[in-house]
């Protein structure tokens, strides 16, 4: 493989774990319960882990697995959000 395919490799790789640590982010600051930003803040962790790991062993993370997993929490926020609106506003 040539050095400009490696590095449009480890771009790609790259850009799409930053992006899943800015939607991590944007939701953790903008989340009310603890136990969420916990959640959050663990992932953004590992993905920042990971961008390290490729690094150092580029091509064997499962991008395509990390971003279904990032975006399930993510998916799973508006649920989260909806039921905490409905609770205070029957309160």
Do not use: Y
């Amino acid at each position: 493989m040539h050095t400009a395919e490696k590095m449009f490799n480890a771009f790609t790789r790259l850009c799409i774990l930053h992006e899943l640590m800015a939607l991590l982010t944007f939701a953790r600051q903008r989340v009310t319960e603890k136990d969420i930003q916990n959640l959050l803040e663990t992932s953004l962790h590992d993905i920042e882990q990971l961008c390290q790991d490729d690094m150092a062993a580029p091509g064997k993370i499962d991008i395509a697995g990390i971003k279904r997993q990032t975006m399930e929490i993510l998916g799973g926020l508006k649920s989260t959000s909806m039921a905490s609106a409905m609770k205070a506003g029957a309160e």
